[in-house]
């Protein structure tokens, strides 16, 4: 059963620019941000009610959200449900003969698990599927430690109006570390 | 400010086929369907928590989602923010210099607020801003009646699956008009 929205994808070239429209003029509160190795994206999300807008800028030149930005060019990517069960709703799925990108369901941190099912059977919409864990949100602080090292390895550079968003994010717990 | 995501549009070229898809295989419940003129869409309404999925079927050759059909084929259309005050989010994004399709709310049945805002000026995504009034949810049931007008005036055919999801919608009291 889909419980809610849980993302509106955008993919965007450059996601400081881009949260300059969403956080600074549109008024939307940047939640959290974090960096997606297997997808080769930092990730902002920006939660408008009980689902977020979730911006991707593709941080490598080799993944399926560059290649959608170099093909299609800015714009919305995907839209992840929330389920209660992701196995009965792939099931469902194949039941139906709807193609599926993810036969099964990828494992992320905390035990969250994602499938994506393909646009061909969905009638052109990427569709992700995404079951929560408890443990999941307890993990955001790990990632955001994550992206805090990427800026200060250079990996990422922001201004300050983002570092001091991410600062705030961090709190004043870490700042030492 | 932004309350939450009203709803994600989905331009489909038959709505009756996308329905088998939304409603019958993964299983989001159909609440409203109705006819816009303006738009010259047909429109089916699926909630999925707090948000709907709208899927609009272009029902006349020039209006502008059925240009985006033949341009870009089916998918993702815009999303739809409700805010609290239209005209203080459309003066935040004049004050901003981000293009608008409306510089103006549009006023619709019931008295709600709408308006787009281009995609140049967010990155590429079609973002309507709407504002609710508390008469709005009462003209619902006008909606149906009038599409219920169209299937008896053979202007719209479903088939008996369809039908029925609408019978559903109308309820018994009003099967005789």
Not at 18 to 39: I, S
Not at 163 to 170: E, N, T, V, Y
Request: hydrophobic share 40%; aromatic share 6%; with cysteine.
């Amino acid at each position: 059963m889909i419980k809610k929205i849980s993302h509106i994808a955008v993919v965007v070239p450059n996601l400081e620019e881009a949260l300059g429209f969403w956080v600074e003029v549109l008024g939307l509160p940047l939640a959290h941000m974090e960096y997606v190795p297997d997808q080769g994206v930092d990730v902002a999300f920006l939660p408008a009610g009980e689902s977020d807008v979730e911006l991707l800028e593709p941080v490598t030149e080799d993944s399926g959200v560059a290649r959608f930005l170099q093909k299609r060019g800015p714009g919305m990517h995907h839209i992840c449900f929330e389920v209660d069960d992701i196995e009965a709703m792939l099931a469902r799925l194949k039941a139906a003969n709807v193609p599926l990108i993810n036969e099964e369901p990828t494992i992320g941190t905390g035990g969250k698990k994602i499938a994506f099912v393909h646009p061909k059977g969905t009638g052109g919409v990427l569709v992700e599927l995404y079951e929560s864990t408890p443990e999941e949100p307890m993990r955001r602080r790990e990632k955001l430690v994550e992206m805090r090292r990427r800026l200060r390895e250079g990996r990422r550079v922001y201004t300050a109006g983002i570092r001091a968003f991410l600062a705030g994010l961090w709190g004043n717990g870490d700042k030492s570390d």
